[in-house]
T-cell receptor, first 114, second 113 residues
Framework: AQSVTQLGSHVSVSEGALVLLRCNYS??????LFWYVQYPNQGLQLLLK??????LVKGINGFEAEFKKSETSFHLTKPSAHMSDAAEYFC????????????FGSGTRLQVQP | NAGVTQTPKFQVLKTGQSMTLQCAQD?????MYWYRQDPGMGLRLIYY???????DKGEVPNGYNVSRLNKREFSLRLESAAPSQTSVYFC????????????FGPGTRLTVL
């Protein structure tokens, strides 16, 4: 079965510091991987996705993620945190080989300290 | 385009009451989904509809029913609400390709007393 593990339910960084949010996956087929962001009291919006091709994927708001098959990882990074990045972040992949629905990680809440 | 819309935004029910959560999308997407979000558990799939006229159970379907009314609309019904159904409910839709991401509505915050 497909699964996603996000290490660290809470991450706190200082403004201007590197952001690193970890995601590891288990998949029986070549995975498609997604990162979503949820701002307080809002729905989820897509940050970036990996389907095929280039393993370093750039998303919105300066975020990027690298697909590493050997490590079964898809960690999300941003070189310099901004106060507006404070949100909850979810990693996801299709829940079965039909790729019809997604299974989500448990989420990582990012705090940015001034 | 409004994207994915959900009504109501908030609802308080008493145990045993019933209600229907409404969802509509204007992106001509084939697939639609209902998730619930609980603290520390991410989003869990309740039901989904791969196309008009079809529905399938997700991870946590017990206590819920769905209707894919037409291509645009996908409703979620709680026949007899229980406190364990207190949650935030999200509807989402997705285009035909497997590459496509899901688009989410703003959510319905439901409390069952």
């Amino acid at each position: 079965a497909q699964s996603v593990t996000q290490l660290g339910s809470h991450v706190s960084v200082s403004e201007g510091a590197l952001v690193l949010l970890r995601c590891n996956y288990s998949s029986s087929v070549p995975p498609y991987l997604f990162w979503y962001v949820q701002y307080p009291n809002q729905g989820l919006q897509l940050l970036l996705k990996y389907t095929t091709g280039a393993t370093l994927v750039k998303g919105i708001n300066g975020f990027e993620a690298e697909f590493k098959k050997s490590e079964t990882s898809f960690h999300l990074t941003k070189p310099s945190a901004h106060m507006s990045d404070a949100a909850e972040y979810f990693c996801a992949l299709p829940m079965d080989t039909g790729r019809r629905a997604l299974t989500f990680g448990s989420g990582t809440r990012l705090q940015v300290q001034p | 385009n409004a994207g994915v819309t959900q009504t109501p935004k908030f609802q308080v029910l008493k145990t045993g009451q019933s209600m229907t959560l409404q969802c509509a999308q204007d992106m001509n997407h084939n697939s639609m989904y209902w998730y619930r979000q609980d603290p520390g558990m991410g989003l869990r799939l309740i039901y989904y509809s791969a196309s008009e006229g079809t529905t399938d159970k997700g991870e946590v379907p017990n206590g819920y029913n769905v209707s894919r009314l037409n291509k645009r609309e996908f409703s979620l019904r709680l026949e007899s609400a229980a406190p364990s159904q207190t949650s935030v409910y999200f509807c989402a839709s997705k285009g035909q390709s497997s590459y496509n991401e899901q688009f989410f509505g703003p959510g319905t915050r439901l409390t069952v007393l």
